[in-house]
């Protein structure tokens, strides 16, 4: 540095980074489509067995459509493991309609031995949500804030 400069002023900047990851899922019928998200969001999540004895946690959520519904679900999934160590393992559902969704979800306890975080999944996004038909059946994408 020359003789009688002043050092440059420390820079910062933001950067913009995308941290997503799509999801989605084909079943039969609504009820199928969101049992099957919920699946793949878990093994996305979590890997290790899925056995032991299953507890059962009551559900209910409501929402403007179907997609509001599964995002608000599978949050849940994201919740379930991150804030309470609980790997759900099913989804079982008494209701399903555009705007409410009753049920239950099977949890393991997490067993530090045998489920390790595969990919840290912080959010389930309403960016890019949808449920809707897809031929002779249905069709669901999120898009997950890693």
């Known amino acids: 540095m020359?003789?009688?400069s002043s050092p440059a002023p420390?820079?910062?900047g933001l950067l913009e980074h995308t941290a997503d990851l799509g999801l989605w899922v084909t079943a039969d019928d609504p009820p199928q489509l969101f049992a099957a998200a919920v699946g793949?969001?878990?093994?996305?999540?979590v890997s290790g067995p899925r056995t032991?004895?299953?507890?059962?946690?009551?559900?209910t959520l409501s929402g403007s459509d179907l997609a509001e519904l599964l995002v608000a679900?599978?949050?849940e999934v994201v919740y379930l493991w991150d804030a309470e160590s609980l790997l759900v393992v099913a989804l079982e559902l008494t209701e399903l309609t555009p705007v409410r969704l009753d049920g239950r979800l099977g949890?393991?306890?997490?067993?530090?031995d045998t489920h390790q975080t595969a990919e840290p999944v912080k959010a389930v996004t309403y960016h890019r949500a949808s449920?809707?038909?897809q031929g002779q059946g249905w069709r669901a994408q999120v898009i997950l804030d890693v």
């Open 40 to 45: 793949a969001l878990a093994e996305l999540m």
């Open 2 to 4: 020359p003789t009688g």
């Open 107 to 112: 949890v393991l306890p997490r067993d530090p």
């Open 10 to 12: 420390p820079a910062r």
């Open 52 to 59: 032991g004895d299953i507890s059962w946690l009551p559900l």
């Open 131 to 133: 449920v809707e038909p």
């Open 73 to 75: 679900l599978l949050n």
